[in-house]
């Protein structure tokens, strides 16, 4: 992955899920460790203890029962010598002075009696003076020099003077932080490694529901008849692509059901329909009376007045329920406008509306030529049937770089308030229109089949204003180049 | 010249074998498929007439299976659906037509006149088209009505060299929006008429014979010599 893929990962929602597993994971092995140094470190000190305490006993009895004279020093010195080589859980022989253990026998006040242990002992004697801890247990003492504090037990012997032993706690210390250094090496390993994992699972995983995204906004692009990718497995993806598969085959069966209804609809009313007008048509052309001819002529624009209904109604309905069938081809907006004008400027100019276009030039989209030319027509027939003489109606067309934009703007009565908010509605008409009040309805649902928008609003300086938006080609281009992208790259990490 | 008509609707297959008959065809009629396809065996026919909703198979399976027998006439296709199937687009690039129900009798008739055309050799159209005393050059694209030159808006002038080239027959407001405009479909307003008030203002002025004449409720004409 190139660094510019970084972000994109980052922003992935693998990697929070990840993340977050891992976080949790982390805190929790973490925790469970804390526990377990916690009563290591606890069962080290019982033992220690246990093994001071048994040994100032002993030593206690033994100085105890040592007559005080001139050997006495030598004997419970030996004796302490002796217990000072098995100390428990000792590591280090490295050094040939011992100074992880010390015995001494003092009073309460005066000078040492006996010393076993590295150094002259003055500061262990002044340290444990200087303990006030209850003596019955062992309590840790900090002598001056030593990093590591002594575990200290005490006896309390007849004559008024008290035995200790220390022991360091140094291996302890040791222990646990060999304990404490491998744990994190291993807790750090695992944790990568589980985090990995997870990442690469759900990036799998979220990497099937991509696919199907796509595929799902592909379908709902162009063709309804084809299918999300069908997932191997049968777990929640699987699901999801199985339900959305049946969504579609609904949706497809009903779009189906809806062009049956609509091709047979219009296949029924237009054989009567034809044969009524043909009739009609050979009747006239047979030569009738002159009161008869014209009501068989206003017979026939009734008809084509209903054919124009029908088949604008159907239109609508297919193109509010996305059926409509579009054939598209790229089409220069500005030539269509003004292809439309030059078939629209008579019938304005003898209205006395005045017209203008602006344009900036070729305005390239991808669409079906035939129904643009009729959501023109039907913009340019109502202002023809609504606009008062002597108003100004004004195309301009622009383009940034996804959408064309076509205004049609006037300066008449604008919108009727109460209708202004149902504009595209069906059936939704001025009081004063002859309509069939499809016109809009039928312009908002051709340009949102397009991918386009439509808004209507009245000018704050007076009239109407008409706003059709609609992608342009390089746009659609661009959207099927990044699908494709989009594709390839998840081709490549599956 | 002969014509096959398939059309399973009797009422609609009446009058359009009467205006073609009127027209000075020999029309020749099928109410499915079989018979047809039986017809078109035995006759060699200038142009068909095919309705897509037969009641034995698809008109467009009909023709390709005619067309697989080797029947090379001309096909006017009627279809009674909305939007024009793909098939038929694809059968339109082979010279062949739709018009979509209900049409105009003289649209069928005009349609019917083009494709026979089509299949009959003929010297090419002439860049001189004369129509009692009005002239039209069009390859200068010059209009004159006897002495006068008839200053015309290029819109105008293909509007009136369509109208020549048909003159005498009659032209409906659909043909002249396809032909003039190159759009199917038809306007809410009487944009085309006001085209033809505006043409007939500059052609057939005070004290001439006028010329584009208006057939209510079906079209226009323009009265040839």
New interface residues.
């Given amino acids: 992955m190139s660094s510019k893929a970084a972000n994109p990962i980052m922003r992935s929602a693998a990697w929070r899920i990840s993340l977050w597993a891992s976080l949790a994971f982390a805190i929790g092995t973490m925790l469970v460790f804390a526990m377990l140094h916690r009563f290591v470190a606890s069962d080290l000190q019982r033992r220690s203890d246990a093994w001071l305490s048994g040994e100032v006993g002993v030593l206690s009895d033994v100085a105890a029962r040592t007559p005080k004279d001139r050997l006495y020093g030598r004997v419970v010195g030996e004796v302490a010598e002796l217990a000072s080589r098995e100390v428990p859980y000792r590591e280090q022989a490295s050094t040939t002075e011992n100074d992880a253990v010390f015995f001494l026998q003092a009073g309460d006040n005066g000078p040492l009696r006996l010393w076993v242990g590295y150094g002259d002992g003055a500061a262990n004697l002044a340290a444990i003076r200087s303990t006030q801890a209850s003596h019955d247990v062992p309590f840790d003492v900090r002598v001056q020099g030593f990093r590591i504090p002594f575990r200290v037990a005490s006896v309390r012997m007849n004559d008024g003077s008290n035995i200790y032993l220390g022991l360091s706690e140094r291996d302890e210390v040791h222990v646990l932080r060999k304990l404490r250094v491998r744990f994190l090496t291993l807790w750090v390993v695992i944790v990568l490694l589980g985090f990995i994992i997870v990442f690469f699972a759900t990036r799998r995983m979220l990497g099937r529901v991509t696919e199907i995204t796509e595929a799902a906004s592909r379908i709902g692009q162009s063709d309804l008849s084809s299918r999300v990718p069908d997932t191997k497995g049968k777990d929640e993806i699987g699901h999801l692509a199985d339900t959305l598969n049946h969504m579609l085959d609904r949706i497809e069966s009903t779009v189906h059901q809806l062009h049956t209804i ?2 047979s609809l ?2 029924d009313l ?13 009747a ?2 047979g030569g009738v009376i002159e009161d008869h ?2 009501s ?3 017979a ?2 009734e ?2 007045r209903l ?2 209904f029908l ?1 604008t109604s ?2 609508v309905a297919e193109a509010q329920a996305d059926a409509l ?1 579009l ?1 598209r081809t790229e089409v220069d907006l500005d030539a269509l406008v003004r ?1 439309m004008i ?3 400027e ?2 304005m100019s ?1 209205k006395g509306l005045g017209f203008q276009m602006k344009s900036a030039g070729a305005i390239k989209i991808m669409a079906d030529p ?1 129904l643009l ?2 959501v023109i ?2 913009l340019l ?1 109502n202002e ?2 609504h606009l008062p003489a002597s108003c100004l109606v004004c195309i301009s067309l622009e383009a940034d770089e996804h959408m064309a934009t076509l205004t049609l703007e006037d300066n008449g009565p604008g919108f009727d308030a109460e209708i202004s908010r149902h504009l595209f509605e069906r059936r939704v008409k001025g009081r004063a229109s002859r ?1 069939h009040g499809l ?1 809009l309805a039928f312009v908002e649902a051709v340009v949102r089949v397009h991918g386009g928008s439509v808004t209507a609003a009245n000018r704050r300086e007076g009239g109407a204003r008409l706003t059709v938006m609609l992608p342009l080609c390089e746009a659609e281009r661009q959207n099927e180049s990044d699908l494709l992208a989009l594709a390839n790259a998840s081709d490549s990490q599956g | 010249m002969r014509i096959l008509l398939v059309e399973d609707e009797l009422e609609i297959q009446s009058f359009v074998k009467q205006s073609l008959t009127g027209a000075g065809y020999d029309v020749h009629t099928a109410e499915d498929g079989a018979t047809a396809a039986l017809l078109a065996a035995k006759y060699v026919y200038h142009a068909m007439i095919v309705d897509l909703g037969l009641p034995d198979q698809d008109g467009i399976d009909l023709i390709l299976q005619m067309r697989k027998a080797g029947v090379t006439s001309p096909v006017l296709i009627l279809s009674a659906r909305r939007s024009v199937d793909d098939r038929v687009k694809g059968l339109e690039l082979g010279g062949d037509d739709y018009l979509t129900k209900p049409f105009a009798i003289a649209e069928l008739l005009a349609r019917t006149r083009s494709l026979l055309r089509r299949n009959t050799p003929q010297a090419e159209d002439p860049s001189r088209l004369r129509v009692y005393d009005l002239e039209l050059d069009t390859l200068r694209r010059r209009a004159t009505r006897g002495d006068e030159v008839l200053n015309l808006s290029p819109q105008e002038f293909v509007l009136l060299e369509y109208l020549c080239r048909n003159a005498g027959r009659v032209v409906t407001r659909s043909m002249l929006m396809t032909e003039v405009w190159g759009m199917r479909f038809q306007p809410d307003t009487n944009v085309v008429d006001v085209h033809i008030y505006r043409l007939r203002g500059k052609i057939d002025t005070e004290g001439r014979e006028p010329l584009i004449k208006t057939l209510r409720g079906i079209g226009y004409v323009l009265e040839g010599s």
């Fill in positions: 609509t091709d219009a296949h237009r054989s009567p329909l034809t044969a009524v007008r043909g009739k009609l048509e050979t006239l052309a001819a014209e068989i002529v206003s026939i624009d008809l084509d054919t124009e088949n159907l239109d069938r054939s292809d030059d078939l629209y008579p019938s003898n035939g030319h009729r027509a039907n027939d023809l049937k309509g016109g």
